[in-house]
């Protein structure tokens, strides 16, 4: 490793070897991508048994396998490690770091998360199925009532904590230790601060889901009885330690989309982000909040009603710093000089439908009016509407927009402006209507409903076939612009864009940032 | 169940305008027929209550959401580059930050006042003319009236529709998977208090129309009330994810005049003294037999096979346990195998009916033990 000269190596142990945030990066995007594929494929089985009343094509208990799953797949393996790849391309560009700090360590995160990926796909094939409590696992069901292959589930949930952790310590020590001379912690472009609040919110809860599974694991096989209440255990216990990482966990998913429609929102906008200060410290409170919240969740578990306004109070709350965020992104767009390339696009998108999902989220969090919420379909459009047109689409919007950077080739952008349109429209149609059946009394993970349901969810898996469809598009349009997109040699591939990593070549060479840069 | 053209052209006009729909057609909503598409208001006090904190929030966020919304599609129409509108440099404003924190504030405890006086009102427990005990079985509602006097009435209540409708062999019926073998039956005008609890998984007990939600958790008894004002059949379903039949245990629930609960109640309460006059006799081994045979169909065929031959639970024919000792097989059935599928039926059948089916299968499938077993014989083994 004395030369740092060197390229890269060839051939497949480049990849396997490799210590460069950019390589690695890489690696995370292409394999949170399949997974998001893999996860998609599971929705598109949901959405097409559900397309009608009856059973037509799955039976129930491989139905609820299915909906454990698409959630298990889409949170740990999509979203979470697309936003890690992320961080790996942009924390150091963005820094003027050479590389991450703890390169040999990010290597071996990443290198853990496929096999363990492979062994939860893997219990599909397993005697007795893959696990079927749904992605928050809830005990009793997920372990007396469980089939033999939630041992191996508990395994990989273990193994991409490890991953997790691992990773958010690299983004820590990165960004206390590797910043240029000058870039001090209020210059730190956003997309860095909120990532490196959420590394802390990782490193907080991720060995509190790891104590959860390890209880279950215990009650499975070692005959302790923390969840079983014939043994003298608790199962509302599974439940305050679940969502004690839970909650932190939704907000380790939105804080990144946060940190990129805030890189992006200026640069199409031409005018610096409004309130940038204020950005920071409304983060900082989310993620405060975020850990006095969890039992919002558990409206329905018969807590004393002190409790219940506790935890009502706290989550109103967070409607707070999450409205300054809105209002600072509306504010910077006022009185700029806008246009609206697929990046910007989808931070508009982005922005309609969070806003949304935030204020469906504030209904949740009214405790009486949860009583008829929760665990409906009202719930399932709300965390779609934070998680997919929130962290999704802030993904998207982020691959259009530093994708050329990357790789020196320009994207299509007719076929962006169609991949986001058809998205839009898809996913709206698959989400919206579920307010309404939830609202009207259908329950959440059943394989089949009574017949007033109907119209709506046909539309709901017509909806999500035509977002499923719009994926494929991103996929084409991605591989092409790699393979022949039109070659871009300008640094600032955005004429609006400012920041250390619009310094560099385009292509950003393999390594950047040798020297530090200076910081304005 | 084709398309509803109106809904479509709602959907077109995007999130702002379906809002407004979904006002609109609430207004129907407190009618005879319950909303597609928006919270029953239901028969209760407290329903009307949720439903109108429901409808005051919702119209906060849209109307919030149309200011924010508006200012952001003015500046997309306005501040467009393409109109030469070129960027201006302000970037901060605390007062404007204050301001919005502030605001926001304010309204949430607007919010926040009326939420807290319903959420006391939906704990006040006290006072019920009627208690019921609600216990969340994989895959079936069982419920017990907690009454002073008469015999005790406790049944199971387990969906109706037929196999061949979910199978879409038969046309789907009216109340298609909202459909029970015994509905609970309640007066109207009454505060009924239910004690949840459950079996063996989380199911969560929820009927919109009696704004009643709540978990039944098992090794807890959790409350909850409702005082309907109106009779009729109101349904619901399991909301909490209970395993591969969650979406088929639903719950109905006829809240009748007082009069007429009374009759139901005390046919019920006569109904329940014969059985207990059955378990004081002695069958013989025919008799026996028979009767085993129909709880056997109902209750442990689908684990244990037609022919007694296992599946999901372990063979009956030869099993060691179905042709050893009686005590041991009592044991298994009346406390089930904990950690398996093998539930506790001890509690789920009665004590004529756990005699017929042990001797049953003591006798069937090739195994011929001859022996029998009589109700008196269920009752103390249970005693212990
Ligand atoms: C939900 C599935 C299920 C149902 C319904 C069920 N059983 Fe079982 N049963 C099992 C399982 C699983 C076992 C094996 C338990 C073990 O591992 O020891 C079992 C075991 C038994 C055994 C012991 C067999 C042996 O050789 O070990 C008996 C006796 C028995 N059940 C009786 C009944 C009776 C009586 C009924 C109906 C009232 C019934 N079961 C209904 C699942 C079921
Ligand atoms: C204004 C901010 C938000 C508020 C007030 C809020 C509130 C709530 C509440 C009260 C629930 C529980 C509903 C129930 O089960 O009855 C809930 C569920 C959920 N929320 Fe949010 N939320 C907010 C933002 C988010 C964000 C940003 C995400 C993720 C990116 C998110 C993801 C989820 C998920 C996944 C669930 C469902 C969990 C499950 O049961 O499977 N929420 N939210
Ligand atoms: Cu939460
Ligand atoms: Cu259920």
Redesign the pocket.
């Known amino acids: 490793m004395g030369d740092h000269h060197h390229g890269p190596a060839k051939g497949l142990t480049r990849w396997i070897t490799t210590t460069n945030h950019k390589d690695i990066g890489s690696m995370y995007l292409w394999f949170s991508f399949a997974m998001f594929i893999l996860g998609g494929a599971f929705a598109m089985i949901i959405r097409a048994e559900l397309f009608q009343p009856g059973l037509q094509l799955v039976e129930p208990g491989f139905f609820n396998q299915m909906t454990t799953m698409h959630g298990l797949v889409m949170v740990f393996g999509a979203i979470m490690p697309s936003f890690v790849g992320l961080a790996n391309w942009m924390i150091p560009m963005m820094i003027g770091a050479p590389d991450m700090a703890l390169p040999r360590m990010n290597n071996l995160s990443f290198w853990i998360l496929p096999p363990s990926f492979i062994m939860l796909a893997c219990t599909l094939f397993m005697d007795g199925g893959a696990p079927q409590a749904g992605w928050t696992f809830y005990a009793p069901l997920s372990t007396t009532y469980a089939p033999p292959s939630v041992t191996f589930f508990i395994f990989s949930v273990h193994l991409l904590g490890v991953s997790s952790i691992m990773g958010s310590i690299n983004i820590i020590a990165t960004v206390m230790n590797l910043r240029a001379p000058g870039m001090t912690y209020m210059k730190m472009p956003l997309f860095v601060w909120t990532w490196l609040i959420t590394a802390f919110l990782l490193v907080a809860v991720m060995p509190v889901l790891a104590g959860a599974v390890t209880m279950m694991l215990m009650d499975v096989h070692f005959g302790t009885s923390f969840f079983s209440a014939a043994g003298g255990g608790d199962p509302v216990l599974f439940q305050h330690v679940f969502w004690f990482f839970g909650h932190p966990e939704v907000y380790i998913i939105i804080l990144p989309a946060f940190g990129v429609v805030s890189q992006i929102i200026p640069t199409f906008s031409r005018k610096r982000l409004f309130g940038y200060d204020s950005m920071v410290y409304a983060t900082a409170s989310i993620a405060f909040l975020s850990f006095i919240v969890w039992a919002h969740h558990m409206f329905t578990v018969g807590m004393p009603v002190a409790g219940e306004l506790f935890f009502m109070y706290a989550t109103m709350l967070i409607a707070v710093p999450t409205g300054v965020k809105v209002f600072n992104w509306v504010t910077t767009m006022w009185r700029g000089s806008l246009t609206f390339e697929t990046p910007m696009m989808f931070s508009i998108g982005f922005l309609i439908l969070f806003t949304i999902g935030g204020f469906t989220g504030l209904m949740l969090a009214i405790a009486p009016v949860d009583f008829q919420y929760h665990d409906s379909y009202f719930v399932v459009a709300h965390f779609h509407y934070v998680m997919v047109a929130g962290a999704i689409f802030s993904m998207s919007a982020a691959i259009y927009y530093w994708l050329p950077k990357w790789c020196g080739r320009m994207y299509n952008e007719k076929m962006g402006q169609l991949h986001f349109w058809v998205s839009f429209v898809g996913f709206n149609l698959a989400f919206f209507p579920q307010h309404f059946v939830g609202l009207a009394g259908m329950p959440r993970r059943i394989p089949d409903y009574a017949l007033q349901f109907t119209d709506f969810n046909m539309m709901s898996s017509i909806g999500a076939f035509i977002y499923g469809a719009a994926q494929i598009l991103f996929l084409y349009n991605v591989i092409a612009t790699i393979v022949s997109g039109k070659p871009t040699s300008e640094e600032k591939t955005w004429e609006g864009a400012e920041g250390l990593e619009w310094t560099v070549a385009t292509p950003a060479p393999y390594h950047t940032f040798e020297t530090p840069p200076p910081v304005k | 169940m084709c398309f509803d053209v109106k809904r479509l052209y709602a959907l077109a006009l995007g999130p702002v305008l379906m809002l407004m729909s979904l006002v609109s057609t609430g207004v129907w909503a407190s009618e005879s027929e319950r909303s597609t598409v928006n919270m029953t208001a239901g028969v209760t006090e407290v329903g009307q209550q949720i439903y109108d904190l429901h409808m005051l929030i919702l119209w906060i966020c849209t109307i919030i959401g149309l200011l924010v919304f508006g200012v952001m599609f003015y500046s997309i129409y306005a501040h467009r580059k393409s109109k030469g509108a070129k960027a201006s440099s302000f970037h901060e404003s605390t007062s404007v930050e204050i301001a919005w924190t502030v605001v926001p504030f304010l309204i949430l405890i607007v919010m926040a006042v009326p939420a807290t006086k319903t959420l006391i009102e939906v704990y006040s427990f006290d006072d019920a003319d009627l208690d019921i005990m609600v216990t969340g079985y994989q895959w079936k509602w069982k419920y017990e009236y907690l009454t002073d006097e008469g015999e005790r009435v406790s049944f199971f209540s387990n969906l109706r529709t037929p196999q061949s409708e979910i199978g879409n062999t038969e046309a789907k019926g009216e109340h298609y998977l909202l459909e029970v073998d015994e509905p609970l039956v309640i007066p109207v005008n009454a505060k009924v208090r239910f004690l949840l609890t459950a079996n063996d998984v989380i199911h969560s007990w929820w009927v919109p129309e009696l704004a009643v939600k709540k978990d039944a958790i098992p090794g807890f008894i959790n409350e909850a009330w409702t005082r309907p004002l109106k009779e009729g059949i109101y349904r619901g379903q399991c909301a909490e994810l209970c395993g591969k039949d969650h979406g088929f245990m639903p719950i109905v629930v006829n809240v009748v005049s007082q009069e007429e609960y009374q009759t139901w109640l005390a046919t019920k309460q006569g109904e329940a003294a014969q059985v207990k006059e059955l378990m004081a006799q002695t069958f013989t081994l025919d008799e026996l037999v028979e009767r085993g045979k129909g709880?056997?169909e109902r209750?442990?065929l689908?684990?244990?096979g037609a022919k007694g031959e296992g599946g999901?639970?372990?063979?009956?024919a030869a099993?060691?346990?179905?042709t050893g000792e009686i005590s041991g097989?009592l044991d298994?059935?009346i406390d089930g195998?904990p950690g398996?599928?093998?539930?506790a039926?001890g509690g789920q059948?009665n004590d004529v009916d756990m005699a017929a089916?042990?001797t049953y299968?003591r006798n069937a499938f090739g195994n011929n033990m001859g022996d029998l077993v009589q109700p008196i014989d269920v009752f103390n083994h249970k005693k212990g």
């Not at chain 2, 398996?340 to 539930?343: D, E």
Request: aromatic fraction near 6%; include cysteine.
């Open positions: 709880v056997y209750s442990c689908a684990c244990h999901v639970g372990k063979a009956i099993s060691a346990i179905a097989h298994v059935s195998v398996t599928a093998m539930q039926f059948l089916v042990i299968q």
